[in-house]
Nanobody
Framework: QVQLVESGGGLVQPGGSLRLSCAAS????????MGWYRQAPGKARELVAA???????NYADSVKGRFTISRDDAKNTVYLQMNSLKPDDTAVYYC??????????????WGQGTQVTVSS
């Protein structure tokens, strides 16, 4: 069993910054892809950013140039640095990991979600 714990959400003014973190714990051998998704009220969940095990990244067009995803494999943690935040970035943000467990099986896990609100 693997648990993902997110932190770093909150209320920020337009133009401000936040840094989200998501740490995995449990029976982990290694972690493949890591990603951040978000879901605004009344909208479908969407991919914000993803990073592979070789640290290749991709971003939604709406966040390119403003958000940066990174990972620390020693800590089984992924980060999302969010700069120049806009009201449209308001959503619940979820991390998602593809994890190789210690029994050689690949599993997909979601974090519990953290609220990000951008408002003056």
């Amino acid at each position: 069993q693997v648990q993902l714990v997110e932190s770093g959400g909150g209320l920020v003014q337009p133009g401000g910054s936040l840094r989200l973190s998501c740490a995995a714990s449990g029976k982990i051998f290694s972690i493949n892809d890591m990603g951040w998704y978000r879901q605004a009220p009344g909208k479908a969940r969407e991919l914000v950013a993803a990073i592979t095990s070789s640290s290749s990244t991709n971003y939604a067009d709406s966040v390119k140039g403003r958000f940066t995803i990174s990972r620390d494999d020693a800590k089984n943690t992924v980060y999302l640095q969010m700069n120049s935040l806009k009201p449209d970035d308001t959503a619940v943000y979820y991390c998602n990991f593809n994890v190789w467990s210690t029994n050689w099986a690949l599993y997909n896990y979601w974090g519990q979600g953290t609220q990000v609100t951008v408002s003056s």
